[in-house]
Nanobody, 125 residues
Framework: QVQLAESGGRLVQAGGSLRLSCAAS????????MGWFRQPPGKEREFVAT?????????RYADSVRGRFTISRDNAKNTVYLQMNTLKPEDTAVYYC?????????????????WGQGTQVTVSS
């Protein structure tokens, strides 16, 4: 079992930046592919970014965030990050961290076994 706890969400103006953190406990995340998802108000949860098990390893992004968001991980700290730049009002959502014991990059919500409780990001125009 692994427990995930997101932090860093808050209200920010359009064009601003935020860094979300996902701290894991229970197991080392070095064995897990990690992902970030988000759920905008009234919409389904959607893929944002994923990173392979190695720090500095392969990544994949949703088209809507590519070039603005960066996923990274520090296995020594058992933490995954999501750096979000040039934020837009449409980035407003609850952001979730997810983990799966796998070596493949995963983009589906059903692909992941472990989820955090989420952190709210609100971008004002």
């Amino acid at each position: 079992q692994v427990q995930l706890a997101e932090s860093g969400g808050r209200l920010v103006q359009a064009g601003g930046s935020l860094r979300l953190s996902c701290a894991a406990s229970g197991r080392t995340i070095s064995e897990f592919v990690m992902g970030w998802f988000r759920q905008p108000p009234g919409k389904e949860r959607e893929f944002v970014a994923t990173i392979s098990i190695w720090s500095g390893g392969a990544t994949r992004y949703a088209d809507s965030v590519r070039g603005r968001f960066t996923i990274s991980r520090d296995n020594a700290k058992n933490t995954v990050y999501l750096q979000m730049n040039t934020l837009k009002p449409e980035d407003t959502a609850v952001y979730y961290c997810a983990a799966r014991d796998s070596v493949s990059l995963l983009i589906g919500t059903s692909d992941y076994d472990y989820w955090g409780q989420g952190t709210q990001v609100t971008v004002s125009s």
